[in-house]
């Protein structure tokens, strides 16, 4: 899966046109990208995780946080949640999970809402 989301995060980047750094999406990447009002959130979260089912989920939601967490600002911080939205979405594709069409994932990037 590590190919997949290297994949959806290099496509992102293309279409989005995203180029500040891109959080490590793991446990330690993200915690560490976190603001400390997010990060004692996070560690509660992932401390009740109830099963692997959910663990790519929980990673894709905080990814996000830290993605804009770690903004410089709020132009940064909105550009940073289209490309971790596109991101996503492209992951999801790549590995069967539920899947955006390709208007919705325009609409993520034009920053319209997806129908």
């Known amino acids: 899966m590590a190919i ?23 446990v330690d990447g993200i915690g560490a990208a976190l603001r400390l009002d997010h990060r004692a959130d996070f560690y509660t979260e992932l401390g009740v995780l109830a099963d692997s089912a959910g663990f790519d989920a929980f990673l894709n939601h905080w990814w996000t946080q830290a993605l804009a967490d770690s903004a410089a600002d709020e132009d940064a911080r ?27 994932v325009e609409a993520l990037i034009s920053g319209a809402g997806a129908s």
């Open 78 to 104: 909105e550009q940073a949640i289209d490309f971790a939205d596109v991101a996503v979405s492209l992951y999801a594709r790549a590995t069967g999970g539920p899947t955006s069409t390709q208007a919705e």
């Open 4 to 26: 997949e989301w290297q994949g959806a995060v290099a496509e992102a980047r293309e279409v989005t046109g995203f180029t500040d750094k891109v959080v490590q999406r793991t």
